[in-house]
């Protein structure tokens, strides 16, 4: 049995909702601190990523 099989579908949407606030905050506040370490994320991904599998 799954994780949120065992819960009440109220747990579920509080617990998603609150996912999705974690990691709206997160994208609006690491982009000073962390966008000089990934500046180059997406052109990794599409260019090099297979390289390093």
Same mark, same amino acid.
């Given at each position: 049995?799954?994780? %949120? +099989?065992?819960?009440?579908? =109220?747990?579920?949407?509080k !617990?998603l909702?609150?996912?999705?606030?974690?990691?709206?905050? %997160? +994208?609006?506040?690491?982009? =000073?601190?962390?966008?000089? !370490?990934?500046?180059?994320?997406?052109?990794?991904?599409?260019?090099k990523?297979?390289?390093?599998?």
């Amino acid at each position: 049995m799954s994780y %949120f +099989e065992s819960k009440f579908p =109220e747990f579920i949407i509080k !617990y998603l909702t609150n996912s999705i606030k974690l990691s709206k905050w %997160f +994208e609006e506040n690491s982009k =000073e601190v962390l966008g000089q !370490y990934t500046e180059d994320v997406e052109y990794f991904l599409r260019e090099k990523h297979k390289e390093h599998l």
